[in-house]
């Protein structure tokens, strides 16, 4: 960002920001906004207790399943219907659907099968994780030039040795913009599923504190869930660069 | 008017690795790609494909790597009928077909890998293979790190290091600079000396089939067939610059240019 010919940093806006929302605070405009001073005291307190933590476990725990889930079923999925025109025909309508349905709509069905539990949470993340994954494989997998796949051939590569030391590497950029974009679904994913269950992690967490109005609580736990989203995806989005060197040279 | 020259003809082949009979190519049902190809290609010795864009030389190369299936006829290489790729064979491609994601090394040793030959024999061999096309000290650089020239000699080493009897070139120094394409063309014939191997080689150049091969198979327009074979007769022990002023070598570019001239309109 440049500010009268000077280079301002990215943070210096968040700092903007936060002197902003601390100036509201302090002048007592609403209730819904403490100001972040006393949300950063609240934030050291809070955190470090068994609540929090168990809330933060439970979350971690559903998040991590659900994206396990998503990339073992979601990867081959989309490097099988990249290859197979028949599975491509048979998948890529639902995908593309529920790639842009509004899933959130859908949480409550799970909620009816599956009941109010982890189980509704981790298939939630699965369900939001999972579409953005299988498109981007079968994308990637697509983009492979088909001389690699003639020269694995000719030097005598099997369909099993073809698919690991050729398929899954080339297609491994785009798996990995699939694999973030997935992941940060999944984020949205675990706390709607929460939200909607309510009596888990942080929907219960949410609940409390907005029963009772503790607000500098319930802005605590979002600058958590929101700063740990930011690093996770940050953190993919490097992993990611350090394979882009390969994907620009693809012929 | 001078007629043109008279080209060397074919002396009938004693020893072939790879004979072609009666083949035909048709794509997708309607495209008659090859038509009634039948052709030797002696051992140790480097032949060439030569014709117009579209007269089915790629084709005929991957039908012989058992990359592509023929509509009718057969190969033969070292006398088996051929009905995939084989270890006796091994190919170079125009495009390098590289994996970006693996060094050289890795590149290079990939068929003996594929082979279940063990990581440190198959590196050692990969290493003198590396050696043996002027690359070495870049065993462990990437792909993305070297020149186009560069790249084409990890595709040959990688061809080479499989020890096929059989190399085939699919118009491998295309995508390679104008100097460069020199100094191949010119280590190609020394690699054709030192070697016990067949090359079949796939150029739409003139000059340059005719600078390093032994024997020309002509190829004519839709649907390839053969038009000519040609033997030019050219001493390529000594000087290897001495070729492009040799009477020969000039003479055959007249003749193949001649007789190319009547399928373009
Ligand atoms: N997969 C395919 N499907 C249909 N037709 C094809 C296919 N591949 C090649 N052809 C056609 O077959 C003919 C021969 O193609 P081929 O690639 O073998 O020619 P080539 O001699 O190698 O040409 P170039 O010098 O341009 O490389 C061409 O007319 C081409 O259009
Ligand atoms: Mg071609």
């Known amino acids: 960002m440049i500010v009268f010919g000077r280079r301002i940093p990215m943070v210096a806006s968040l700092l903007l920001w936060a002197i902003l929302w601390e100036i509201i605070g302090q002048l007592q405009v609403t209730i819904l906004l403490p100001p972040l001073s006393s949300v950063v005291m609240r934030l050291f307190e809070i955190v470090p207790t068994a609540s929090f933590m168990s809330a933060l476990g439970v979350t971690a725990y559903a998040f991590i399943v659900g994206n396990v889930i998503a990339i073992a079923v979601g990867v081959p999925l989309g490097i099988l219907m990249g290859r197979s025109v028949i599975a491509d025909r048979l998948f890529l309508p639902w995908v593309n659907l529920f790639l842009s349905a509004p899933l959130t709509a859908l949480v409550p069905v799970i909620m009816v099968i599956f009941g109010l539990g982890q189980t509704t949470i981790i298939l939630t993340v699965v369900l939001f994780a999972i579409w953005i994954i299988v498109l981007d494989a079968r994308a990637g997998v697509r983009s492979i030039s088909p001389s690699l796949v003639e020269m694995a051939h000719s030097f005598g590569a099997n369909r099993l040795q073809a698919f690991t030391r050729i398929y899954l590497w080339a297609a491994l950029p785009e798996i990995l913009a699939g694999i973030r974009l997935g992941v940060i679904r999944a984020v949205k994913g675990v706390i709607i599923g929460q939200l909607l269950v309510s009596i888990v992690g942080f929907g219960a967490l949410f609940k409390l504190y907005g029963s009772r109005f503790l607000m500098e609580h319930f802005w605590t736990a979002l600058l958590v869930l929101f700063a740990l989203a930011f690093i996770l995806a940050e953190s993919l989005a490097w992993l990611e660069r350090r394979v882009d060197f390969y994907a620009a040279s693809r012929g | ?265």
């Open chain 2, 1 to 265: 008017m001078n007629a043109p020259i008279a080209l060397t003809a074919a002396r009938p082949v004693t020893d072939s690795v790879v004979e072609v009979r009666n083949l035909d190519k048709i794509y997708a049902g309607t495209v008659q790609a090859l038509k009634d190809i039948t052709v030797d290609f002696p051992r140790g010795q480097l032949t060439s494909l030569l014709g117009p864009s579209g007269c089915g030389k790629t084709t005929l190369l991957k039908i012989i790597a058992g990359l592509l299936p023929a509509s009718a006829g057969e190969v033969r290489v070292n006398g088996k009928v051929v009905s995939g790729p084989g270890p006796e064979r091994a190919f170079v491609f125009q495009d390098f077909a590289l994996m970006p994601w693996a060094s050289v090394i890795k590149n290079v040793t990939f068929g003996l890998e594929m082979r279940g030959m063990a990581k440190a024999e198959r590196e050692e061999i990969a290493r003198r293979s590396i050696a043996r096309v002027g690359l070495a000290g870049f065993e462990n650089r990437y792909p993305h790190e070297l020149s186009g020239g560069m790249r084409q000699r990890v595709g040959l080493a990688r061809a080479l290091c499989v020890d096929a009897d059989v190399v085939m070139m699919d118009e491998p120094f295309s995508a390679v600079d104008e100097q460069n394409r020199r100094k191949f063309q010119e280590e190609l014939l020394t690699l054709v000396a030192q070697e016990k191997k067949t090359f079949i080689f796939v150029t739409h150049s003139i000059e340059e089939a005719v600078y390093v091969s032994d024997r020309i198979v002509l190829l004519s327009p839709r649907p390839g067939r053969i038009a000519e074979i040609i033997e030019p007769d050219i001493n390529r022990d000594g000087d290897t610059e001495a070729i492009r002023r040799h009477p020969v070598y000039l003479d055959t570019v007249d003749a193949i240019w001649y007789s190319l001239k009547t399928y373009l309109d």
